[in-house]
């Protein structure tokens, strides 16, 4: 299984989590925000000399938008269009990385069911989001169809997958299969499902089952972003850390075992990567870390 493992380095190229995280036999690294261009070099240089993939969660760089997250299905035209312009902007740059995906996420703006107190979720700023009452399926389902057409253009002309990470979900995506048959259309479009994501919105959204969205989404998956949170009652205790089998559900963790029971019997080709913070445990913590999501996966 370590063939479909990933690490993530995000913000810049970390020399000490890629010696002590990344282990000989691991698909790749994906990178996201890379601050300079000498992290962009270390990341293709050590690539090269180990010999495996590299993902971008986008943008690749940083500094060159106000928002990380383009606004590609944006009620407002220019927000639109220049989120397009940014996207294509990266595209050009990242053709000497040779990306295996490209990931976004989705829906942008999210679209936020009404009825949720959506307080625990963070958003950078007001044109991130939307809420469902001002936002139609309509609209949602025209921009959606012209972004999956212009992306799959895209992923032929420069030979990648572009991939869509779920971002908070509204009943347009759980409640209709209008995004499966968009994904039955445009085959190269893939996703990512986010567990400790998943288990947030599971926690403060009764409208929201992050096992059936698992269960009906799975197949499609390129990628698992895989880590944990602890959700209490007055908020998140604990964000992007390392799945370990003491983590008990019933003390807010994500129930990542059912999790990945899941993705195995739906999808044995997706991809894990650990987005997590693997300083907040020991190194013998790690290896276990990587060995039971191995024996879930492959048990």
């Known amino acids: 299984m370590l063939k479909q493992f990933m690490i993530g380095q995000y913000g810049?190229?970390?020399?000490?989590?890629?010696?002590?995280?990344?282990?000989?036999g691991f698909h790749g690294i994906e990178a996201c925000l890379m601050g300079h261009e000498?992290?962009?070099e270390c990341l293709q240089d050590a690539a090269?000399?180990?010999g495996f993939h590299i993902g971008v969660h986008f943008p690749l760089r940083s500094g060159y938008a106000k928002l990380r997250d383009a606004l590609f299905l944006?009620?407002?035209?220019?927000?639109?269009?220049?989120?397009?312009?940014?996207?294509?902007?990266?595209?050009?740059?990242?053709?000497?990385?040779?990306?295996?995906y490209v990931l976004f996420h989705y829906p942008k703006p999210v679209i936020l069911?009404?009825?949720?107190?959506?307080?625990?979720?963070?958003?950078?700023?007001?044109?991130?989001?939307?809420?469902e009452s001002k936002y139609s399926f309509a609209e949602f389902s025209e921009k959606s169809e012209l972004l999956f057409a212009w992306l799959s253009d895209k992923s032929e002309e420069y030979r990648f997958t572009p991939v869509l990470e779920f971002d908070g979900l509204n009943k347009y995506i759980y409640e209709t299969d209008f995004l499966e048959c968009l994904l039955d259309r445009y085959p190269r479009i893939r996703l990512c499902l986010d567990t400790a994501r998943l288990h947030l919105q599971n926690e403060t959204d009764p409208h929201f089952d992050a096992k059936l969205v698992i269960q009906k989404f799975t197949k499609y998956a390129h990628i698992i972003h895989l880590s944990n949170a602890q959700v209490a009652a007055?908020?998140?205790?604990?964000?992007?850390?390392?799945?370990?089998p003491e983590l008990r559900p019933e003390e807010g963790w994500a129930p990542i075992a059912e999790?990945?029971?899941?993705?195995?019997?739906?999808?044995?080709n997706v991809k894990i990567m650990f987005e997590h913070r693997s300083d907040r445990i020991s190194d013998e913590q790690l290896e276990r870390c990587y060995a039971w999501v191995d024996e879930l996966l492959n048990s």
């Open 12 to 24: 810049g190229f970390d020399d000490k989590k890629f010696k002590r995280d990344f282990k000989l």
């Open 38 to 40: 000498e992290d962009v």
């Open 48 to 50: 090269n000399r180990e």
């Open 74 to 100: 944006s009620p407002n035209d220019t927000e639109r269009e220049q989120a397009y312009r940014y996207i294509q902007h990266e595209l050009d740059y990242m053709t000497s990385v040779n990306p295996d």
């Open 113 to 131: 069911d009404d009825r949720v107190d959506w307080s625990l979720w963070r958003f950078t700023d007001e044109s991130e989001y939307v809420y």
């Open 234 to 244: 007055d908020g998140i205790q604990s964000r992007h850390y390392p799945v370990l």
């Open 259 to 268: 999790y990945l029971r899941i993705v195995r019997q739906e999808n044995r």
